[in-house]
């Protein structure tokens, strides 16, 4: 179904000129999670996002559909327990994405250790009671020393003393937001990208009735109004939520930096991902995660308040990260000269959350400022000096007592929050990618309720845990035969086999879509067969505006494919100024953007010193 540049100037208008149901704010996957469901129950929605979808948070994770089985150790085990049950939700109705993946977790003798061989198992049997994990393929195992030894023997063996397995995900976030998108444009959703949300409207009644915006290509500034406004823009929440120009509204969010690094296989082989302590005694968990034929590991976990847009990679963190992997890899002696690239993330932590509230209310005491705050309102209400809405305001920006300033970044809850400003406007913000379905139906319970309370408005039940993303009509408990199946299209009309396989893996019940594209587009500028129909497709059907949406986003070449990205770069920008009809200018702009964003990636700047 056509999802392009057209289309996106198609959806522009009829944003313009259509009251909608619902407008979501933000296609990362919590926005993108909405709108599918809310579609899918006929709701007239809209979903805008000020750059690519996914371009925030949601193409930045460390790439895992997992539950976080070290919050144990924080006694989150109520967002485990959501989040870790919802892996195999996710798996359910995007098998071509999440993919089993056994992680495992050596086990060292040191202060601070997160886990000992006792409480790594207690650990890891909760995980999988959590998880329901039942296939003997996937229970979790505890290993000796020298088992771990055998499997990663570039490990340290100083203080070693065994180590733990059990199932985790790998994942494609940024594909699984746009396999959303697309479902929820399929279902009719009026999506559009690189559309900013710049202020708010509100009725006679003070109540929001929807946004200004502006088309970030075009310069055009319009306005789009809907029943119902949610705001899930992840680390730009509370911009949102400020935008009523009302200093009442307290911040609620605490973005943390996460970054990555990605150096070839060679360098760091792991057999598979593998997960530790950084043995700094700083609540840090290290991921080192195969992917392709490289290897990339995180993450940092620092408090962060620069430029939300582009959070970048420093010298510290490569610096912070460097020394744990050389530590515990010993003999791997990477620099920074063997990194080809990274990326940098925010966690849209949320400051006062104790675990995660998918339909409001919180857990946790009160923080002693928050008390005081309290206090005060109630006070200057019954001498009128406060609105009921600013004691509203006060009680809704409550800072438990769970999560002080205080508490380091690791420790702040991994919940999500879903809260309504006095004016309506609604914010689902926090959690994460594992759990966005069960964050969206919490949210789509309280907006369904509204419209039939306020507009007498009712739509059809869903179960948003049959709900298969676009690319998603796959048997999940067949998903390596249907694969090789979708990939024989592939082979059966030229294509080698790991090519058909990428494709297939990539696009799912989609790829007879890219396939059908041979013979009817030629390779041009040099490229493939299999990656001309994979850029066709990603233009035609996946709304692809730039060669950083496709080489970043839409595949992962960027970061996983450096050290041929020079062979394959010049022949994206060229078909795809074919396509879009760039001017010489648009293609100048466009190779620049390019490399420069190639050059962040692959920290050009730090290796130039
Ligand atoms: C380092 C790191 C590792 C992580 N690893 C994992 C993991 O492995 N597994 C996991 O489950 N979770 C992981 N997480 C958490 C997960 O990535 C996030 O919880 C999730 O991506 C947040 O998604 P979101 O849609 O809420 O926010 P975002 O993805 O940031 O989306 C918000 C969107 O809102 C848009 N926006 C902002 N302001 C406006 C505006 N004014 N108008 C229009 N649009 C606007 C932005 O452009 C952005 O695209 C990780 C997070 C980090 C940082
Ligand atoms: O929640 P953290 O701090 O473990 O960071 C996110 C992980 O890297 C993957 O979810």
Do not use: C
């Not at 579609?39 to 539950?67: P, W, Y």
């Not at 929820?184 to 708010?200: D, Q």
């Not at 200004?212 to 119902?228: K, M, N, Q, V, Y």
């Not at 964003?597 to 920290?603: G, K, N, Q, W």
């Amino acid at each position: 179904m056509a999802f392009s540049a057209t289309t996106r100037q198609q959806n522009i208008e009829r944003l313009q000129n259509e009251t909608l149901d619902l407008l979501v704010i933000g296609g990362g996957i919590t926005g993108a999670g909405v709108a599918i469901q809310s579609t899918a129950m006929n709701m007239k929605t809209g979903l805008i996002d000020m750059q690519d979808f996914a371009e925030g948070t949601s193409s930045r994770s460390t790439k895992l559909v997992h539950g976080g089985i070290r919050y144990l150790k924080t006694f989150d085990v109520g967002v485990v327990a959501d989040t870790v049950k919802e892996r195999a939700v996710v798996q359910g109705i995007a098998p071509h994405i999440p993919k089993p993946d056994p992680m495992l977790l050596p086990i060292y003798d040191e202060t601070g250790a997160t886990f000992d061989l006792f409480s790594v198992k207690v650990a890891m049997d909760l995980y999988d009671k959590l998880a329901e994990v039942k296939d003997p393929k996937f229970t979790n195992y505890t290993l000796s020393r020298e088992e771990v030894l055998q499997r990663e023997p570039q490990l340290n063996p100083k203080h070693l003393v065994g180590g733990g397995v059990y199932l985790d995900f790998r994942n494609n976030d940024a594909r699984l937001v746009i396999e959303n998108i697309k479902k929820a444009h399929e279902n009719g959703g009026i999506m559009a990208s690189h559309v900013k949300a710049t202020g708010l409207l509100h009725d006679d009644d003070g109540r929001i009735n929807g946004i200004t915006a502006e088309d970030l290509l075009t310069g055009e500034s319009f306005e789009i109004h809907a029943r119902i406004v949610i705001n899930t823009t992840g680390p730009w929440s509370d911009t949102i939520r400020k935008m009523d120009h009302t200093e009442k509204y307290q911040s609620q969010m605490r973005p943390t930096k996460g970054v990555h690094l990605v150096v070839d296989a060679e360098k760091l082989p792991v057999p598979q991902p593998t997960y530790f302590d950084s043995g700094d005694q700083d609540g840090r968990m290290i991921f080192v995660v195969p992917r392709e034929n490289k290897t990339y590991f995180g993450t940092t976990d620092t408090d962060y308040h620069g430029d939300l847009k582009h959070p970048t990679v420093t010298q510290e963190d490569v610096d912070y990260l460097l020394e744990i992997i050389n530590r515990r890899f010993p003999t791997a002696k990477i620099t920074l000269d063997d990194i080809e690239a990274s990326w940098a993330g925010l966690r849209p932590l949320i400051a006062a959350n104790g675990s995660s509230d998918y339909n409001g209310g919180n857990s946790g005491k009160i923080s002693d400022k928050s008390f005081k705050e309290v206090i005060k309102v109630v006070d200057q209400f019954e001498s009128q000096e406060a609105s009921r809405e600013d004691v509203e305001s006060v009680l809704n920006d409550l800072e438990s007592s769970l999560a002080e300033d205080k508490l380091n970044p690791s420790a702040v809850s991994r919940g999500s929050s879903l809260t309504s400003s006095p004016d309506g406007l609604l914010t689902l913000a926090g959690g994460k990618i594992t759990d966005y379905r069960k964050m969206a139906a919490g949210a789509m319970a309280l907006i369904a309720k509204i419209l039939a309370d306020k507009y007498d408005a009712h739509f059809n039940e869903i179960n948003s845990k049959n709900l298969p993303v676009s690319g998603g009509d796959i048997d999940p408990h067949n998903v390596d035969a249907t694969i090789a199946f979708y990939a024989k299209q592939g082979t059966d009309n030229g294509l080698a086999n790991d090519e058909a396989l990428r494709i297939a893996n990539m696009y799912g019940s989609n790829a007879a879509r890219v396939f059908s594209l041979i013979g009817k587009v030629e390779p041009t500028h040099g490229l493939s067969l299999a990656e001309t129909i994979s850029l066709r497709y990603a233009l035609d059907e996946e709304m692809t505006l730039t060669p950083v949406d496709y080489l970043l986003r839409r595949t992962n070449h960027l970061l996983f494919m450096r050290d041929t990205l020079d062979d394959l770069k010049d022949g994206v920008i060229a078909t795809m100024a074919d396509y879009l009809g760039w001017d010489a200018a648009t293609v100048k702009a466009q190779t620049e953007l390019l490399n420069q964003t190639i050059a962040e990636s692959d920290l050009t700047a730090l290796k130039q010193g």
